[in-house]
T-cell receptor, first 115, second 113 residues
Framework: EADIYQTPRYLVIGTGKKITLECSQT?????MYWYQQDPGMELHLIHY???????EKGDLSSESTVSRIRTEHFPLTLESARPSHTSQYLC??????????????FGPGTRLTVL | GQQVMQIPQYQHVQEGEDFTTYCNSS?????IQWYKQRPGGHPVFLIQ?????EVKKQKRLTFQFGEAKKNSSLHITATQTTDVGTYFC?????????????FGQGTTLQVKP
């Protein structure tokens, strides 16, 4: 079982609040990802990090920001939450090994509801 | 741009029936991965296929990678209620070894007992 954790698991918050979604992994993986997923729908990559102090935006435009100060920690921040941000946010990590094997390990997700 | 398409989007089967989901990529893939997401859960890696024409089995699940490395399928024999969930295929996004994946839209399987 992968050691990747997300907190909180559920968050209900009012419009305009600042929130930080936490993601930590204990596997020493260099690469980490944030996905946004609506129920039963596809995963959209919103942020990617290939190591400490390296982050880039994903394919789906997001008003959130991320930081990667430590290998194991990849928090996502929304400065001002809006109802359109209501979704599930999944954090994942992976390591590239020989043969391009890049299985991603997912955290349990944070279900965010913005009222 | 690069696309990965899955069909069908939904499938309802009676327990004991077989189930197949198909995955098609707009580009040749170096490998393809399959994930399963249970209702309310998170995606969990099932398998990776690398070779052209490769076939791998996990108990009642059979995975195939097409000869041209642009399509793949997952077949479940004699479905059980524990098979319920959404199955995603995913391939490397772009060129290079970034680790980024592009996921299909998923096929949601419902199994009636």
């Amino acid at each position: 079982e992968a050691d990747i954790y997300q907190t909180p698991r559920y968050l209900v918050i009012g419009t305009g609040k600042k929130i930080t979604l936490e993601c930590s992994q204990t596997m020493g993986h260099d690469k980490m990802y944030w996905y946004q997923q609506d129920p039963g729908m596809e995963l959209h990559l919103i942020h990617y990090s290939y190591g400490v102090n390296s982050t880039e935006k994903g394919d789906l435009s997001s008003e959130s920001t991320v930081s990667r100060i430590r290998t194991e920690h990849f928090p996502l921040t929304l400065e001002s939450a809006r109802p359109s941000h209501t979704s599930q946010y999944l954090c994942a990590s992976s390591v590239i090994s020989a043969g391009e094997y890049n299985e991603q390990f997912f955290g349990p997700g944070t279900r965010l509801t913005v009222l | 741009g690069q696309q990965v398409m899955q069909i069908p989007q939904y499938q309802h089967v009676q327990e004991g029936e077989d189930f197949t989901t198909y995955c098609n990529s707009s580009t040749t893939l170096s490998n393809i991965q399959w994930y399963k997401q249970r209702p309310g859960g998170h995606p969990v890696f099932l398998i990776q296929l690398v070779k052209s024409g490769e076939v791998k089995k996990q108990k009642r699940l059979t995975f195939q990678f097409g000869e041209a490395k642009k399509n793949s399928s997952l077949h479940i024999t004699a479905t059980q209620t524990t098979d319920v969930g959404t199955y995603f295929c995913a391939g490397p996004r772009g060129s290079g070894n970034t680790g980024k994946l592009i996921f299909g839209q998923g096929t949601t399987l419902q199994v009636k007992p």
